[in-house]
């Protein structure tokens, strides 16, 4: 069974920074892109970060220059280091990564159950 979890997050003054991580366990033969999504509740949930296999990255442009994404391939893990943070930042930050697992037949989305990230102003 293949689980997505998020650590990290919580209450941080504008301006200020915080990371998230966020791990993949259980039966993995392989993980292509990870990224992180965030949401407001009521609103849409808005892709923030990914990362390749490769390390290739994007982002959305609200946090372009401020919030940088990474992995370590041998711990499943990527992370997301967030700076000068903004109160609109404020959200639910989920972790999904396409794995390929022992109990299907290619890559699937998994999700993580999401992280309060909170600025204060």
């Known amino acids: 069974q293949v689980q997505v979890v998020e650590f990290g997050g919580g209450l941080v003054q504008a301006g200020g920074s915080l990371s998230v991580s966020c791990a993949a366990t259980?039966?993995?033969?392989?993980?292509?892109?990870m990224s992180w999504y965030r949401q407001i509740p009521g609103t849409r949930r808005e892709l923030v970060a990914s990362?390749?296999?490769?390390?290739?990255?994007s982002y959305a442009d609200s946090v372009k220059g401020r919030f940088t994404i990474s992995r370590n391939l041998g711990k499943n893990t990527v992370y997301l280091q967030m700076n000068s943070l903004k109160p609109e930042d404020t959200a639910i930050y989920y972790c999904?990564?396409?794995?390929?697992?022992?109990?299907?037949?290619?890559?699937?989305?998994?999700w993580g159950q999401g992280t309060q990230v909170t600025v204060s102003s």
């Open positions: 990362i390749s296999v490769s390390g290739s990255t």
């Open positions: 259980g039966n993995i033969f392989s993980i292509n892109a």
């Open positions: 999904e990564a396409e794995i390929w697992s022992g109990a299907s037949s290619w890559y699937e989305d998994y």
